[in-house]
Every structure is written in structure tokens, then in C-alpha cells.
């Protein structure tokens, strides 16, 4: 088991809990929930630390063809992606465990 890697006493459970999930518009393609940056409160430092938390410490798996860098938190599989129609900003990404 790696390390992992904590920048500067950042905990992702503290952001899982507050960050303000939303429900995907399309959700009979891929059912999960996202947090955008900068949306809802969500604190662009603690944003960005999150993802660099998952990149960081999480595994690289393929989903239709694209391969993005996961990572289980709690009962959830968390990621990041880019908007369909903003995708200069980032998204986390998540859904239950055994959804995945």
C-alpha cells in the first residue's frame, strides 16, 4: 500500500461532507453526483486541494475509452473530470462504491 499524500494536514472526508453534491442532468448514461468549482460555496482552495489529493493518491482505470484517476473515499469512488460546456473548469465526480 502507497503512502498517502496529505498536503498540509488536508482531509478529504472534511470536503466529501461539505461540499454541495448535485445530482448529474443525464443520469441513464452514468448515475452519480457532482461538485463543481466554485459553485455552492465550495471553497477554490479546498477544491483544488481535493484534486490534487486524488490525483495524488488515487488509481488510473479506463470508463468508455477515457482513463481518469479514481479515488474511494468512504462508501464512494471519487474523480475528476472537465464540464461539457465549461471545460476549462474541473468537476469531482462520485458515485457509491458498488455503482462502480
Not at 482531509?11 to 443525464?26: S, T
Not at 488509481?59 to 462508501?75: K, W
Not at 474541473?90 to 462502480?100: D, G, M
Request: proline share 9%; charged share 30%.
Amino acid at each position: 500500500m502507497r503512502e498517502i499524500y496529505d498536503p498540509e494536514g488536508f482531509r478529504p472526508e472534511r470536503f466529501v461532507r461539505r461540499a454541495p453534491w448535485q445530482q448529474v442532468r443525464r443520469p441513464f448514461r452514468d448515475p452519480h453526483q457532482i461538485a463543481i468549482r466554485g459553485r455552492g460555496g465550495i471553497d477554490p482552495e479546498e477544491f483544488d486541494a481535493m484534486c490534487a489529493f486524488i490525483l495524488a493518491n488515487g488509481y488510473e482505470a479506463e470508463f468508455e475509452g477515457t482513463s481518469f484517476v479514481y479515488f474511494e473515499c468512504g462508501d464512494h469512488v471519487y474523480w475528476i473530470s472537465r464540464g461539457v460546456y465549461r471545460p476549462r473548469f474541473p468537476i469531482i465526480n462520485r458515485k457509491p462504491i458498488e455503482a462502480a
